[in-house]
T-cell receptor
Framework: DAGVTQSPTHLIKTRGQQVTLRCSPI?????VSWYQQVLGQGPQFIFQ???????GRGNFPDRFSARQFPNYSSELNVNALLLGDSALYLC??????????????FGDGTRLSIL | DQQVKQNSPSLSVQEGRISILNCDYT??????FLWYKKYPAEGPTFLIS?????DKNEDGRFTVFLNKSAKHLSLHIVPSQPGDSAVYFC????????????FGTGTLLAVQP
């Protein structure tokens, strides 16, 4: 079975631009979460979606937004990019009960570089 | 405020010996704890987890111990293998509707042949 897939793997943007990152969860998983990992730190929670509804938001500015589609795939959008947005963006999915003790499984991430 | 702390940035162990990775947390609302392993250029891979109502969970060479009174958990790897060399992240989940994980900063484990 395919794991969590993310695209693109690498992306280079300039300050002020906008970016869209994509994620396909493991088949059957209805929950998708997004994390940002900067060098030397652990992943930081950005959003969680379950059944196409936002269930949680981390301490990130409104420039960050996300959505989940009927097939449970998800997009993360970042507007007005800043140099500090350079990071590895990770998507994770988990099954299927919202409150069950099921681990989140991560994709390999999108490496975003801002020039 | 770092709610999940891994105070050892790195650890070096001989092949065949035990590796012990430690993690401390501050929030008593955490109800589920996980360990992930991460190789360069890959996403974190789930290793093992433990519910807050248990004090030990074992899966093959990996055992996680939870001491709720001390707000401390540890991952034991026995025996350690060179392929275990990676960054290990401890993560904790808040109880409730949001399946949000709080990660530590990671420990780089090097297993020497």
């Amino acid at each position: 079975d395919a794991g969590v897939t993310q695209s693109p793997t690498h992306l280079i943007k300039t300050r002020g631009q906008q970016v869209t990152l994509r994620c396909s969860p493991i088949s059957g998983h209805k929950s998708v979460s997004w994390y940002q990992q900067v060098l030397g730190q652990g992943p930081q929670f950005i959003f969680q979606y379950y059944e196409k509804e936002e269930r949680g938001r981390g301490n990130f500015p409104d420039r960050f937004s996300a959505r989940q589609f009927p097939n449970y795939s998800s997009e993360l959008n970042v507007n007005a990019l800043l140099l500090g947005d350079s990071a590895l963006y990770l998507c994770a999915s988990s099954s299927p009960g919202q409150d069950s003790n099921q681990p989140q499984h991560f994709g390999d991430g999108t490496r975003l570089s801002i020039l | 405020d770092q709610q999940v702390k891994q105070n050892s940035p790195s650890l070096s162990v001989q092949e065949g010996r035990i590796s012990i990775l430690n993690c401390d947390y501050t929030n008593s609302m955490f109800d589920y704890f996980l360990w992930y392993k991460k190789y360069p250029a890959e996403g974190p891979t789930f290793l093992i987890s433990i519910s807050s109502i248990k004090d030990k969970n074992e899966d093959g060479r990996f055992t996680v111990f939870l001491n709720k009174s001390a707000k401390h958990l540890s991952l034991h790897i026995v025996p350690s293998q060179p392929g275990d060399s990676a960054v290990y992240f401890c993560a904790a989940r808040y109880g409730g509707a949001t399946n949000k994980l709080i990660f530590g900063t990671g420990t780089l484990l090097a297993v020497q042949p």
